[in-house]
């Protein structure tokens, strides 16, 4: 699955993340409200999970407003407060599913999976395309214009992740807690080498580049037209 995890708590974000990726889903992390929902509005994701008390938008707002544009992405709420009213407001606020902290971590997998199971969301991409450019994520091979691109793993996931948001502006702190999900600067050129090698892989032998560099922003994939 494909879900959208929106905590604040960096240390609580980065133990769930890490467990949510190593039972085979893909997780992309916002760490306040305001980024949650630029996120939850622009991308498709198959759960939600969204803390109650965050930083710029609490998730209760977050969930009001994709509700009112009509997405029906099945949302669990993780919140500290856990009286009845509490789970009732979350609840009437268009959430699925509300867990208390602290919780289990097999717990909450259970529910992610189970909201999974039923959610109306469409099903997890299994290919990805960008102009001429192919990722197959179950076979995990990628092509560009039907040549065949070899990657090692961790080029293959900072290319899937270019992918998921081509067009968009990506950030070295996003790279670096989606890709390498570590929460701090290593203040290395970590990021640099591994683009440059990509560029090698994926644009080198073609006539129009498609990973570009947004100086003092980060990077984006995306035709130059």
Known sequence: MRILLIEDDQEAAA????????????????ANGTDGLFLATSERYDVMVVDRMLPGLDGLAIIQAIRAGGNDTPVLILSALGKVDDRVKGLKAGGD?????????????ARIEALGRRGTASQP???????????DLLARTVTRAGQSVDLQPREFRLLEYLMRHAGQVVTRTMLLENVWEYHFDPQTNLIDVHISRLRQKVDKDFDQALIHTVRGAGYS?????
Request: no cysteine.
């Open 15 to 30: 133990y769930l993340a890490k467990g949510l990726r190593e039972a085979g889903n893909t997780v992309d992390h916002a």
């Open 97 to 109: 599913d509300y867990l208390v902290k602290p919780y289990a971590f097999a717990e909450l997998l």
């Open 125 to 135: 991409d299994t290919k990805l395309k960008v102009e001429d450019l192919e990722m």
């Open 221 to 225: 994939l995306r035709a130059t037209r």
